[in-house]
């Protein structure tokens, strides 16, 4: 069965190390999507990418960065963390129906 | 730009009782109009969309919701509540097949026993 998985699943990173997160699905879908969610705010946007070399800014991107190298993998890259940046990520994938999401991986900044 | 308003952060019902989780969009265009639910340290599953067919929508676990026009609405319905729909659940918006989802900031339900 097609899947779209992440890793790590947990972690914790100290402040100012960059860390990457890997998202990668089976689904062979075109559109990626990553997500931070805390707590009062739902999910919210930070990039997206339509295909490979193709890359969007979203509602929250300041400290990421994405890469599309390939179909299958989109990797979220926090450049320097930061304690604000402790959150629950989720990647997801879509093409013309609904979005399949990840397990989601729990990052916490000490 | 496209947003999704859900009333209530927290809904608590009894059980066998209706559930009603209530959700309003605004697009400029025909949406696509999506119900997940989160059970703890999972992701995202689907529990129905709405992508222009009929305007009542069946899900999974018996829940099905209805999208009205007029109203921007697309509110989430249970005629009966069990004690495994304890959860949190979010609705969501998109203009198109392929772009990026706008969920609002989701609402946690509560089954009593």
């Known amino acids: 069965d097609a899947e779209i998985t992440q890793s790590p699943r947990h972690k914790i990173t100290e402040t100012g190390r960059q860390v990457t997160l890997a998202c990668h699905q089976t689904?062979?879908?075109?559109?990626m999507f990553w997500y931070r969610q805390d707590l009062g705010h739902g999910l919210r946007l930070i990039h997206y990418?339509?295909?490979?070399?193709?890359?969007n800014k979203g509602e929250v991107s300041d400290g990421y960065s994405v890469s599309r190298s390939n179909t299958e993998d989109l990797p979220l890259t926090l450049e320097s963390a930061a304690s604000s940046q402790t959150s629950v990520y989720f990647c997801?994938?879509?093409?013309?129906?609904?979005?399949?999401f990840g397990q989601g991986t729990r990052l916490t900044v000490v | 730009a496209q947003s999704v308003t859900q009333l209530g952060s927290h809904v608590s019902v009894s059980e066998g009782a209706l559930v009603l989780l209530r959700c309003n969009y605004s697009?400029?265009?025909?949406?696509?109009l999506f119900w997940y639910v989160q059970y703890p340290n999972q992701g995202l599953q689907l529990l129905l969309k709405y992508t222009s067919a009929a305007t009542l929508v069946k899900g999974i676990n018996g829940f099905e919701a209805e999208f009205k026009k007029s109203e921007t609405s697309f509110h989430l319905t249970k005629p009966s509540a069990h004690m495994s729909d304890a959860a949190e659940y979010f609705c969501a918006v998109s203009d198109a097949g392929n772009t990026p989802l706008v969920f609002g900031k989701g609402t946690r339900l509560s089954v009593i026993a």
């Open positions: 990418s339509y295909g490979v070399q193709d890359t």
């Open positions: 697009s400029s265009v025909p949406p696509y």
């Open positions: 997801a994938s879509r093409d013309e129906g609904e979005a399949f």
């Open positions: 689904w062979n879908h075109n559109n």
